[in-house]
């Protein structure tokens, strides 16, 4: 299972949820999206989830689902040592190809802005960010 951390506006959580729609395919595995930053105290009132207005089709995961991912500082300090990270580094706008290769990355932060993680999913991409009609009045 991996998880991917939604933040920021809507232009950013589009970018993150095609990072984890690519992750579905390139390891065909679950990929979940993490909405708890819109929960956080102080998080910035303007930013909002707004991935919900298209049709999108990856699950949220749950708070146990997201600690398990994140695992304990020592657990994760542990494996870092031994090679075996669960956190991606915070990623913007370079292409990172070791998040794609290494399966041992469990939860994914960052932007994800490069199309280069996702530009062979286009079709996809396109159907999942078309939004739904608007109601007949």
Known sequence: MKIVQLNSGLGN????????????????????????????????????????????????????QISKAKKSRLVRKILKICGLPTLSPFCVFDYNPKLLLQRSY?????????????????????NAFTPPPLPVK
């Open 13 to 64: 959580q589009m970018f993150q949820y095609a990072f984890a729609l690519s992750l579905k395919y390139h390891f065909n595995m679950p990929v979940l999206l993490d909405k708890t930053f819109y929960d956080a105290p102080g998080h910035k009132e303007h930013e909002r989830l707004s991935l919900d207005v298209f049709p999108i089709t990856l699950p949220y995961a749950t708070q146990e």
């Open 106 to 126: 469990s939860y994914y932060r960052g932007c994800f802005q490069n199309p280069l993680y996702f530009s062979h999913l286009s079709l996809a991409l396109k």
